[in-house]
């Protein structure tokens, strides 16, 4: 399979894992779980049945999940579309019936055939694409019927930063152009039902990273100017330098109170008052550890 499927268009081999990402031709999972980190329409108290896909299209520097997302990752725990449906269909009974694809862009060409036979079984979860972001708009209408809620990052608006971190110089366009695709599709609000749980909609997220104030300034400042006022947004305190990873300078530390106060106060300037300010002390609760039982600390 010469691969396409994501915005880098690569072409490499999938038969060989010789594409940017590593992946093969087949669907490869490394955990399914039921997770309660997301946000609270996300998951509710029960949590979402998240499938964690090995590999990923962005491999960024400073990935907590490197483990399973970097070229070399640890060895799936499922293959292939049948087994992760069928652990998906045993997860989902503790969750609160939601589904979500956890770095799915390189597998989004399998998505469809995962959903239907989940709904050939009965089974109709709210399904959640939460992506890095970096999704070409065709794969996005391609995946349209299958998606209810869009939870992307959106991670840089500049090409230094973004080739820096990401290896992708183009993720600004390439970002901002899928999200306002997941606006169009869903609308850029996030509905609700009578339980506080999502149900369609789109929910932006950022990550700010340490020495990175005015990067972060920039994507608020986009999606103040871009999107609708009604669209919630998620700023995220969570990093924390990854073991076992080269990292730069500034990413050798965590994200200090000044910075994120900083971010947190630009946000409010720009009238961006739906959603979800994490704590600054989440650098310390969203740890991911796979391979173990419990995959988040």
């Not at 970096?134 to 973004?162: C, F, N, Q």
């Not at 947004?233 to 994120?260: F, K, T």
């Amino acid at each position: 399979m010469s691969c396409n499927v994501c915005p880098r268009m690569c072409s490499g081999d999938r038969l060989r894992g010789g594409g940017f990402c590593g992946a093969s031709d087949v669907m490869e999972v490394a955990r399914v779980w039921r997770h309660r980190g997301e946000e609270p329409p996300i998951g509710g108290e029960r949590g979402i049945c998240n499938v964690f896909f090995s590999h990923c299209n962005l491999q960024c520097v400073y990935c907590q999940n490197h483990l399973i997302s970097s070229r070399k990752c640890l060895s799936p725990t499922l293959r292939g579309v049948a087994e992760v449906a069928t652990e998906v269909e045993r997860v989902l009974g503790e969750s609160e019936g939601m589904l979500g694809l956890v770095t799915p862009s390189h597998y989004g060409h399998l998505i469809p055939e995962l959903v239907e036979r989940l709904w050939e079984d009965g089974v109709r979860p709210t399904v959640v694409w939460n992506s890095g972001g970096y999704d070409s708009v065709e794969m996005l209408r391609r995946v349209e019927p299958y998606v209810d809620v869009y939870l992307p990052d959106l991670k840089y608006m500049t090409a230094e930063v973004a080739e820096r971190y990401s290896h992708a110089k183009d993720y600004p366009e390439v970002a901002t152009a899928a999200v306002k695709e997941m606006a169009r599709q869903k609308g850029s609000a996030l509905l609700c039902d009578e339980r506080g749980l999502a149900f369609r909609g789109l929910v932006v997220r950022h990550l700010v990273l340490p020495g990175e104030v005015e990067e972060s300034k920039r994507v608020l400042r986009w999606i103040a100017e871009e999107l609708p006022g009604n669209v919630h947004l998620s700023l995220m305190a969570q990093y924390y330098p990854p073991e076992g990873l080269e990292l730069p300078d500034n990413l050798r530390r965590r994200l200090s109170e000044e910075e994120y106060g900083e971010v947190v106060e630009e946000m409010e300037r720009l009238g961006l008052g739906k959603g979800w300010v994490q704590e600054l002390a989440s650098s310390e609760s969203y740890r991911p550890h796979f391979g173990e039982q419990e995959t988040f600390s």
